[in-house]
């Protein structure tokens, strides 16, 4: 068996759907003999993860299962294994330094 990570792109739609549009991202360990298994097994996890409810303003707001955007073999899992990478580029280093510092402050967890 190989490991997986998946990235399903779901659409959140509230109301009418009058709104900027809003999308969910989700990475998923999946783990499977193949490749096209593994798109198969993280197809069916997307489809079955679809949803709908009632916000406070008596509004449905559904998860719309778009498709499986991306797929990539692991190696097995250990302590640091990397599971993901993106490579961002921005105009302003310093800009993009100082948000990944915020985000990590909101995790509370250092001293």
């Known amino acids: 068996m190989n490991w997986y990570v998946a ?9 009418d ?5 809003q999308f969910d991202e989700q990475l998923r360990l999946i783990k499977a003999e193949t490749e096209l298994n593994a798109f198969e097994k993280a197809n069916q996890i ?7 409810f009632k916000n406070i303003e008596k509004q449905t707001v559904k998860w719309q299962f778009i ?3 991306e797929l990539n073999r692991i190696s ?5 294994t990397e599971l993901y990478y993106n ?4 105009p ?6 100082a948000w990944a510092h915020h985000k ?3 995790l509370g967890v250092r001293n």
């Open 17 to 21: 759907g009058d709104h900027q549009a």
């Open 7 to 15: 990235k399903l792109v779901f659409r959140v739609i509230s109301g």
């Open 104 to 106: 990590a402050a909101l």
């Open 92 to 97: 302003d280093a310093d800009l993009y330094i």
């Open 76 to 80: 097995e899992p250990s302590d640091g």
């Open 67 to 69: 498709d499986v955007a």
């Open 87 to 90: 490579i961002h580029e921005t």
């Open 46 to 52: 997307g489809h079955a993860n679809q949803d709908s």
